[in-house]
């Protein structure tokens, strides 16, 4: 059981190696606007697989879940009242 | 372990997890502010592809692999003491110094040599960012290696056995210092 565990772990590894691959090659390939996409999507995956797995939030209670997410509301919510500075300096080039 | 210690433990554990986990939703907002402040900055201010380029790139994808690779070896200490391995959790929190300190030194390698170049936090509000942010996230890497340390010392003394749901707790601890790396890094090296 607890090797089972360890090779979880691995694989999850490889999996967030794998993923900063995809990256680094997204950053060289792809044109930017499309590779900023790609690289933060795969950011957010990453940070996903990590607070999953190695946090293990997967099998958390309710109450942990709401004190993780409260604080990251409050930063999505900074970013839509940014947005109007970011579509202002975006149009503007 | 008498009935009365097994059940203050099951006490504790929640508490200590609860504690640990409004503590990493406060660091949420600070390293979230950062990185808004740093995109209105970024798209406001020309140049900072160019400032961006005399960055050391190998170096942060070689830190990348460290830190991603600690998280794995600190979540597999957390599997080792929950069976009272201790030695087995011991190796693994040793591996995760090591990590966090080889983290630290090509991190201390690449300042260095950006200093080195003349780019100092004075030299643009790019650097600015980048000095506050990466050193505000060493800072919070060089903390998680001392509780490591302490950690550790508790594995070999054996007096770990005693609260061995400390190394989860330091575990979610050095887990939000890696995320926050994952974004730290393409925002800085590769976008």
Do not use: C
Not at chain 2, 4 to 10: L, V
Not at chain 2, 54 to 82: E, K, P, R
Not at chain 2, 125 to 154: C, D, E, K, P, R
């Amino acid at each position: 059981m607890d090797s089972v565990h360890e090779r979880h772990y691995l694989i999850i590894w490889l999996w967030l190696i794998a993923l900063v691959a995809v990256s680094v090659a997204a950053a060289s390939v792809l044109p930017k606007p499309h590779a900023i996409v790609l690289i933060f999507s795969v950011a957010i995956v990453k940070a996903f697989l990590v607070a999953k797995h190695y946090m293990h939030l997967k099998n958390e209670r309710a109450i942990i879940y709401a004190i993780a997410l409260v604080p990251i509301v409050f930063v999505m919510i900074l970013f839509l009242g940014l947005v109007p500075d970011f579509v202002w300096h975006l149009t503007k080039k | 372990m008498t009935t009365q210690t097994a059940a203050i433990s099951e006490m504790e554990s929640p508490v200590g997890k609860n504690g640990t986990w409004w503590f990493l939703a406060s660091e949420i907002p600070i390293f979230g502010g950062l990185i808004a402040a740093y995109i209105v900055m970024r798209l406001g201010s020309a140049g900072w592809s160019e400032a961006s380029s005399h960055l050391n790139f190998t170096v942060a994808l070689l830190n990348t692999f460290l830190l991603l690779t600690s998280s794995m070896t600190i979540v597999m200490a957390h599997a080792a003491v929950q069976r009272a391995a201790l030695k087995r959790a011991a190796h693994f929190l040793g591996l995760t110094i090591l990590l966090g300190l080889g983290f630290l030194g090509m991190k201390a390698f690449e300042y260095s040599t950006e200093i080195g170049h003349g780019f100092l936090p004075s030299s643009g509000i790019f650097w600015s960012f980048y000095y506050g942010m990466t050193g505000l996230h060493a800072l919070h890497v060089l903390a998680g290696i001392i509780v490591n340390v302490v950690l550790w010392s508790q594995t070999v003394t054996g007096s770990l056995a005693q609260q061995p749901h400390r190394v989860e707790l330091a575990g979610l601890y050095w887990h939000l210092v890696d995320i926050i790396w994952i974004f730290l890094f393409p925002l800085l090296y590769l976008a």
